[in-house]
Structure formats: structure tokens, C-alpha cells
């Protein structure tokens, strides 16, 4: 299949690491100009080696923090710039700090829809310009499963991914007519740092072994497994290609099963 990615400009978020790395990863792969963001450069230098040694492809690479305004225009305007426009835009952003309601003050609930909401809409403000400009573009948002079925002690992501899930339907309709396809693409239990982080809480936090944690968890899922990386980075590359032409405001678990809502 003919993705349609050769030679287009491609933003991705958050993609020094974890499952914005694993989707930048694809883009190359597929033949796209890349550019990461992440908050850090060091991370950023170790991200663009492993991509280029894994592709033959150089991305290009610019420090942004999502949750500022000021990083996330000239972030993306010097994408734009470097590569000629921007055709492809994947919002993404670390994960909120767990929790239960009691656990956070306003200063929390602020900063986690700063940088995982207000962000994702900043993002999207940048890019659309220029996508305006080539005729149409895609846009995938990066939510969670809490989008279906909230999870425990998660209060801070799954109010706000809820956020990121609405906006993401709701500009599927308002930017159909300029040829722009916005679709958000949710993880289950992926094997990143952010999933062992979480069980190793869970684990402190009920005084149990980690591995009968992660076993647990395992268990919870119909494939058995954790997904892969490259799993869920495949389906945001094909949500954000051209060989996508008619999927438009529609949320995709890359889950194993375990999500059963309908």
C-alpha cells in the first residue's frame, strides 16, 4: 500500500521517546520528512540518531515544552520552514501525574490542561495555516483508552484526553472542507517507560510484587500481551497518510481487545 508519505513534511510531538518516537519511526520509514519535538535536546540527539540509524534518514529536530505558547509557534514555524510547509501534525504530550481527585490543586489541574489540551489546540492553530495552503493535511491527536472507559487513578489524563478526543470530532466536521483529516489514535497498555512507571506505583502503592503487577495487567488483555511500539506506531502513520482518504473524526484503540465498550 502506497501511503502517500514520500516527500511530505511531518510535526511529531513528544517524540524524543515512547510511543512519539515509535510514530516518528514509521513516518521516516515511509519515506517523510520528519521533524521531532520534545522538551529536551539531549533526548532529541539520541532520538534522531536511533531514527536515522534504523532508516538511512535524517529528521529534523526542534526543542518545544507543549504547554508553552511561545515554544509551540516557533516550533512549528520553523518546521514549516526547514521543510517546506507541513502536510502531517502529530499531537502528542507527556502523560499528567497519577492520582485521585484529593491529590491535586488548581496549580495541577492548570498545568496538566496546558499542556495536554490547551497544547494540542496551539498545535493545531500552527499547523493549519499551512495545510490551508497545500490543499489539506492530516492531524492525529494521541489520547488514551481513558477516552472509553476512564482509569483508575488517572483523574488528571482522563479528563483531559476526554478533552483532546471532543476537539478531535469536532474539527473532523469543521475542517472536512479544506481537505484536512483529523482522527485520534488511543494506547492501551504499550510497552514504553510511561507503562512500567505506572505499575511501579501501583505496585509501591499496594505493596505487592511488580511482577505480579504487570502479570495482572497482561491477564486484563484478550491478546495476552502488551502491544509493541512499532504495533501503535504503524496505525498513526496510516491514520496520518494519504492512503487514509475517507477516516475522519473517528478515535482507534490500539488495545489488544481490552477496551469492551462498544
Known amino acids: 500500500m502506497d501511503t502517500g508519505l514520500k516527500g511530505k513534511s511531518v510535526f511529531v510531538a513528544a517524540a524524543s521517546k515512547g510511543l512519539g518516537r515509535a510514530a516518528a519511526l514509521e513516518f521516516a520509514r515511509e519515506g517523510a520528512n520528519v521533524t521531532i519535538a520534545s522538551?529536551?535536546?539531549?533526548?532529541?540527539?539520541?532520538?534522531?540518531?536511533?531514527?536515522?540509524?534504523?532508516?538511512?534518514?535524517?529528521?529534523?529536530?526542534?526543542?518545544?515544552?507543549?504547554?508553552?505558547?511561545?515554544?509551540?509557534?516557533?516550533?512549528?514555524?520553523e518546521a514549516a520552514e526547514a521543510l517546506g510547509g507541513l502536510d502531517v501534525l502529530v499531537c502528542n504530550a507527556g502523560g499528567p501525574p497519577g492520582g485521585r481527585f484529593d491529590d491535586f490543586s488548581d496549580r495541577d489541574w492548570q498545568a496538566a490542561y496546558e499542556l495536554n489540551l490547551l497544547g494540542t489546540i496551539r498545535m493545531i492553530r500552527e499547523a493549519l495555516p499551512h495545510m490551508r495552503r497545500?490543499?489539506?493535511?492530516?492531524?492525529?491527536t494521541l489520547t488514551s483508552t481513558s477516552i472509553k472507559q476512564p482509569i483508575d487513578g488517572l483523574i488528571l489524563s482522563n479528563v483531559f484526553?476526554?478533552?483532546?478526543?471532543?476537539?478531535?470530532?469536532?474539527?473532523?466536521?469543521?475542517?472536512?472542507?479544506?481537505?484536512?483529516?483529523?482522527?485520534?489514535?488511543?494506547?492501551g497498555r504499550i510497552a514504553t517507560g510511561r507503562i512500567r512507571e505506572l505499575d511501579e506505583a501501583n505496585a509501591k502503592k499496594s505493596g505487592?510484587?511488580?511482577q505480579e503487577i504487570q502479570a495482572e495487567n497482561e491477564r486484563s488483555i484478550p491478546l495476552g500481551r502488551l502491544g509493541q511500539p512499532d504495533e501503535f506506531g504503524r496505525a498513526v502513520v496510516f491514520y496520518g497518510s494519504f492512503a487514509?482518504?475517507?477516516?475522519?473524526?473517528?478515535?482507534?484503540?490500539?488495545d489488544g481487545g481490552a477496551i469492551k465498550a462498544l
Open 39 to 77: 522538551r529536551s535536546a539531549e533526548h532529541l540527539s539520541e532520538a534522531k540518531r536511533a531514527i536515522g540509524e534504523a532508516t538511512g534518514t535524517a529528521v529534523n529536530t526542534v526543542v518545544m515544552d507543549a504547554g508553552k505558547e511561545e515554544d509551540v509557534r516557533r516550533a512549528i514555524g
Open 244 to 254: 487514509n482518504t475517507y477516516a475522519t473524526g473517528q478515535a482507534i484503540l490500539v
Open 134 to 140: 497545500s490543499g489539506g493535511g492530516r492531524i492525529v
Open 208 to 210: 505487592r510484587p511488580l
Open 161 to 187: 484526553r476526554a478533552g483532546v478526543n471532543a476537539l478531535t470530532k469536532t474539527l473532523a466536521a469543521e475542517l472536512a472542507p479544506d481537505g484536512i483529516l483529523v482522527n485520534t489514535v488511543a494506547p
